[in-house]
C-alpha cells in the first residue's frame, strides 16, 4: 500500500505540475516561450524587464498556482522517494540515490515559496537541488532500482541522468546550442519529471496486476538468498 501511494504521488505530481505549467504560461499576455524563458519566469511575482541570463520581459499573471505547483511537485517528488521501497534495491546506493532524489523534491518546494525575484538566492538553492543533486540521483538510480526492474528501464534512467547533468553544465555556461535558455534548462529539469511519470505509472499498473502478497513474498526470497 505504501508503494503504491509513493507511485501514484510521483505520477499526480508530474501530471499537476504540466496542467499548472500549461494553465500559467496561457495567461501571459505577452507570449510565454519555452526556448527564451526559464520555467521560473512562470512564478514570478512582478512584472519586470529580467536582464540575466538572457534579457526578457516577465509578467506572470497566474504566478501564485505555478508556485503552489512547485511546491505540490516537490512535495510528492519527497513521498514518492519516501514510500518507494520495493523500487530500490536494498544498500548504500540506493539509500543515496532516494535521498538526492528527496533533496530535488525540497529543491522544488524551495523554488515555489521563493520566486526567484523575491528571494533570489533561495530560489537558486532550490533550482541547485533540483538540476544538480535531482540529476545526480537519477544518473545513479539505474544503479539502486531493484533487480526485477527491466534492463532497458535501468540503462535508460541512468541515461536520461547523464543528458540532464551534461544540459545542466551548459545551462550554467550559457551554452544553449540552439534550443534557448529555456530549451536548454528544460532538458536539464525535465528528464526527471518524465522518469517520475514513467516509473509511477509503470509500479500503478504493476500493483493492480500482481496477486496479493508478491510483493513480499519476493522480497521475502530475495532475502533468504543474500
Request: charged content about 10%; proline content about 4%.
Amino acid at each position: 500500500m505504501k508503494a503504491r501511494i509513493g507511485y501514484a504521488a510521483w505520477a499526480a505530481g508530474m501530471v499537476q505540475f504540466f496542467v499548472a505549467h500549461w494553465i500559467v504560461e496561457s495567461a501571459w499576455a505577452t507570449p510565454y516561450s519555452w526556448a527564451r524563458n526559464n520555467i521560473s519566469d512562470l512564478g514570478n511575482a512582478n512584472c519586470a524587464m529580467q536582464s540575466e541570463p538572457e534579457p526578457r520581459y516577465i509578467c506572470s499573471p497566474e504566478h501564485g498556482l505555478m508556485n503552489a505547483s512547485f511546491i505540490v511537485l516537490g512535495t510528492s517528488l519527497v513521498v514518492g522517494a519516501v514510500l518507494t521501497g520495493a523500487l530500490w534495491r536494498s544498500g548504500a546506493v540506493a539509500t543515496v540515490v532516494r535521498c538526492l532524489l528527496a533533496g530535488a523534491g525540497v529543491g522544488f518546494v524551495l523554488a515555489g515559496l521563493a520566486p526567484a525575484d523575491v528571494n533570489e538566492n533561495q530560489h537558486v538553492l532550490g533550482a541547485m537541488l533540483i538540476m544538480a543533486a535531482g540529476n545526480i540521483g537519477l544518473a545513479l538510480a539505474g544503479i539502486g532500482l531493484a533487480d526485477d526492474v527491466p534492463g532497458p528501464l535501468r540503462w535508460m534512467t541512468s541515461l536520461l541522468g547523464i543528458t540532464a547533468i551534461t544540459a545542466f553544465g551548459l545551462f550554467l555556461s550559457h551554452h544553449y546550442l540552439g534550443l534557448g535558455m529555456g530549451g536548454m534548462e528544460r532538458v536539464a529539469a525535465l528528464p526527471l519529471l518524465a522518469w517520475m511519470l514513467a516509473v509511477g505509472g509503470r509500479g500503478l499498473l504493476r500493483q493492480k496486476t500482481q496477486p496479493p502478497g508478491t510483493a513480499r513474498e519476493r522480497h521475502i526470497a530475495q532475502a533468504s538468498h543474500r
